[in-house]
């Protein structure tokens, strides 16, 4: 039994690591993975990730999928201005993204970062210092000509999902154009999610 069970694992990770997003698509359809994921990873040729994260700017809520299986959903805050690509703009991007850098390791909740260092805590230098907390999730746009490269570049616009000294604001629009999650779902995240894991965000 233990054997049958070790080669259905093997399959399925052989299907995930070596097929691309149209087998994936057949494989996860009615798992609920948005419809808009799949035809844009086609269009880049983009296989699919173990974990995907996607953030539904309209409802203000971010879903974990496993394997094409969602497990769970969080509130979150995305920017209060709208949505937007510029640099400058301080809108959320949209659009096919991948966690780049994961900053923050072993740094308790609450902890305010300044240029993705330490700079102090909440709890010292209070809620209004606490623009990003806890932990950074730098994001790359993976759509060239829309959210990577020229005055587009989610990357060097410095777009992460991270913490808020605020979290009372979550769940309506608060943010400069980052993705803003609750310390504990934040923490779970960061420890979950390895660097390279696809980011969908979209307006719906």
Not at 1 to 11: D, G, V, W
């Amino acid at each position: 039994m233990k054997s049958r069970l070790l080669i259905l694992a093997a399959c399925v990770a052989l299907l995930f690591s070596q097929t691309g997003c149209a087998n994936f698509q057949t494989y996860t359809t009615k798992r609920g993975l948005p419809p808009a994921l799949f035809e844009t990873c086609q269009r880049l040729d983009q296989a699919p990730t173990k974990y995907v994260f996607t953030v539904n700017i309209a409802a203000q809520t971010a879903v974990l999928y496993k394997n094409g299986w969602r497990i769970k959903e969080f509130v979150c805050s995305t920017s209060r201005i709208g949505v937007g690509e510029t640099n400058g703009s301080y809108c959320t991007p949209r659009g096919l993204h991948r966690i780049a850098e994961k900053i923050g390791d072993g740094a308790s909740a609450g902890t305010i970062f300044r240029n993705r260092q330490v700079f102090g805590h909440v709890a010292q230098l209070g809620v209004k210092a606490g623009g990003i907390t806890t932990r950074i999730m730098w994001l790359e746009g993976l759509e060239p000509g829309f959210n990577q490269g020229g005055n587009v570049d989610t990357h060097d616009r410095e777009i992460y999902i991270h913490g808020t000294g605020d979290q009372s604001s979550l769940g309506k629009p608060a943010s400069i154009g980052c993705v803003h999650l609750a310390d504990a779902d934040l923490i779970a995240l960061y420890n979950l999610l390895p660097s390279g894991t696809l980011v969908w965000i979209a307006e719906r």
